[in-house]
């Protein structure tokens, strides 16, 4: 069992805090959330996805204005986001930039509607040093149910 975890998450509609939430009951670990400034994202999910393609395309990731913890402090890393156009959620990515010398392991956690795609190849792609490891995905209606499905899914990490 790992013994210096840190849940972070970045939800945008307020799914994948329920799943982190979760996670933080069954694993224990300490959880950091990730936040970006006021007005970076629309209130319409096309228009978010329409800012997340732009912030994509120019490389310009979403500040975060969340306080983060000496992540060398911790030796496995559980991150949390939405599927955005089967891809990691452009706050999550901002973060993943943080941990281009974490050597530990990162397990992807998510929530999506149904389709997540190819989104924890295009996870794993973006800290290729990292030790990423198989991650967990629930839709809105599996919410429910996380108390019980996700200490299956963190035994593997004993
Ligand atoms: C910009 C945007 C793009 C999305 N793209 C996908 C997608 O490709 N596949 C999918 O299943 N759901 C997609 N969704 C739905 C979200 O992944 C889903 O509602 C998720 O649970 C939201 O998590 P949150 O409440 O933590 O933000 C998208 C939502 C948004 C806002």
Redesign the pocket.
């Known amino acids: 069992m790992p013994t210096k975890v840190l849940i972070v998450d970045?939800?945008?509609?307020?799914?994948?805090?329920k799943m982190a939430t979760a996670l933080q009951r069954v694993t224990g670990a300490t959880r950091v959330t990730l936040t970006v400034p006021a007005g970076t994202f629309p209130n319409d999910?096309y228009a978010?996805?329409d800012v997340?393609n732009q912030q994509l395309a120019s490389g310009d990731l979403p500040k975060l204005t969340n306080a983060l913890p000496d992540l060398t402090l911790f030796d496995t890393i559980l991150v949390g986001?939405?599927?955005?156009?089967?891809k990691v959620a452009t706050p999550v990515r901002s973060f993943l930039r943080q941990l281009t010398n974490f050597t530990g392991t990162v397990a992807p956690f998510y929530?999506?509607?149904?389709?997540?795609?190819g989104y924890e190849a295009d996870f794993a792609g973006l800290i290729p040093q990292a030790n990423v490891v198989a991650g967990i995905g629930m839709?809105?209606g599996d919410l429910a149910t996380a108390d019980q499905q996700l200490p299956a899914w963190w035994a593997n990490f004993k």
């Open positions: 970045y939800s945008w509609s307020g799914s994948t805090a999910m978010t996805s997340a986001g939405p599927v955005w156009s089967a929530t999506d509607a149904g389709t997540p795609g839709t809105a």
